[in-house]
């Protein structure tokens, strides 16, 4: 069982930035993948990155290559996603999910945490 909390977000003009992080109770973090995903309102869950269980691989949607980052540290069992150049079509809740592999299926879920994005 995992338990994820995310944290970081808020409203900020457009081409800020921010940074999330999730972070994840129990010793086995470094058994899952983790992704990040946001649902806007009116809209269904969309992907924006994952990161494999050793770091070494990541993954991105199209729209936000180039600014966001995510990264992991296994020794705080935290996933973070650095949003760079945000746009208001960046506005949404953004959720982290922990899996056995960075395409999914996920297992576990955070709560999310509110991203607003003022033109």
């Known amino acids: 069982q995992v338990q994820l909390v995310e944290s970081g977000g808020g409203l900020v003009q457009a081409g800020g930035s921010l940074r999330l992080s999730c972070a994840a109770s129990?010793?086995?973090?470094?058994?899952?993948?983790m992704g990040w995903f946001r649902q806007a309102p009116g809209k269904e869950r969309e992907f924006v990155a994952a990161i494999s269980r050793s770091g070494g691989s990541t993954y991105y949607v199209d729209s936000v290559k180039g600014r966001f980052t995510i990264s992991r540290d296994n020794a705080k069992n935290t996933v973070y996603l650095q949003m760079n150049s945000l746009k208001p079509e960046d506005t949404a809740v953004y959720y982290c999910?922990?899996?056995?592999?960075?395409?999914?299926?996920?297992?576990?879920w955070g709560q999310g945490t509110q991203v607003t994005v003022s033109s």
């Open positions: 129990g010793r086995t973090f470094r058994s899952y993948a």
């Open positions: 999910g922990a899996g056995p592999r960075s395409g999914g299926p996920y297992d576990y």
